[in-house]
Nanobody
């Protein structure tokens, strides 16, 4: 079973950038789909982006399209979420998650493994 560890969260001003990392241990990501979700206080967990590790295919939520980029580093067994032009409404705990197969990318119940989350706070 793969274990996931996120890092890279923090406090940033609106318009700034952050890069989140999700590193796998125990197994490689080679046959997985890896997604990023976020959850703000009092709100449901929200899909952000997903990458197919095998072919690099990506999908984004409309709310982050054009501002966020998901990518992978095979050698480091790590998935990144580069976040730019951040807005206060991007403030949330960000989680990475992995699944062997995904039918509906934005359905959190399709993901088998979750990291512990990393806080991102965007000040206005």
């Amino acid at each position: 079973q793969v274990q996931l560890v996120e890092s890279g969260g923090g406090l940033v001003q609106a318009g700034g950038s952050l890069r989140l990392s999700c590193t796998a241990s125990g197994r490689t990501f080679s046959t997985y789909f890896v997604g990023w979700f976020r959850q703000a206080p009092g709100k449901e967990r929200e899909f952000v982006a997903i990458i197919n590790w095998s072919n690099g295919g990506t999908t984004y939520a409309n709310s982050v399209k054009g501002r966020f980029t998901i990518s992978r580093d095979n050698a480091k067994n790590t998935v990144y979420l580069q976040m730019s032009t951040l807005k206060p409404e991007d403030t949330a705990v960000y989680y990475c998650a992995a699944a062997r197969s995904v039918v509906v990318a934005n359905n959190p119940y399709e993901y088998d493994v979750w990291g512990q989350g990393t806080q991102v706070t965007v000040s206005s």
